[in-house]
Nanobody, 124 residues
Framework: QVQLVESGGGSVQTGGSLRLSCAAS????????IGWFRQPPGKQREGVAAIAGDGSTRYADSVKGRFTIDQDHANILYLEMNGLKPEDTAMYYCAAGCKTWWRPLLDVDRYNYWGQGTQVTVSS
């Protein structure tokens, strides 16, 4: 079984940066089903960034040019966030494992495993 643990969240001011990490235990990630999601207060969970099976990346329009997803050789997943805005405030989750492989990369129903989340708060 897979366990995912996020870290790196915190409180920053507008324009600041954070780098989130997601470490896996039990099994390694598959880069065909791995990504970052977030859930702002009062809203449903939404896709932020994901890595496709061919290594290409997908980003939500709201974060393009500001966020970067990457997976290193140790299979640790990262989300580098720059130019943070108050609307980026959310609980951020990493996701992995192909549950429903035909779903879009930023669809929550694609993924089997989820971390507990790490809080990101951006103040103005």
């Amino acid at each position: 079984q897979v366990q995912l643990v996020e870290s790196g969240g915190g409180s920053v001011q507008t324009g600041g940066s954070l780098r989130l990490s997601c470490a896996a235990s039990g099994h390694t990630y598959s880069n065909g089903c791995i990504g970052w999601f977030r859930q702002p207060p009062g809203k449903q969970r939404e896709g932020v960034a994901a890595i496709a099976g061919d290594g290409s990346t997908r980003y939500a329009d709201s974060v393009k040019g500001r966020f970067t997803i990457d997976q290193d050789h140790a299979n640790i997943l990262y989300l580098e966030m720059n130019g943070l805005k108050p609307e980026d405030t959310a609980m951020y989750y990493c996701a992995a494992g192909c549950k429903t492989w035909w779903r879009p990369l930023l669809d929550v129903d694609r993924y089997n495993y989820w971390g507990q989340g790490t809080q990101v708060t951006v103040s103005s």
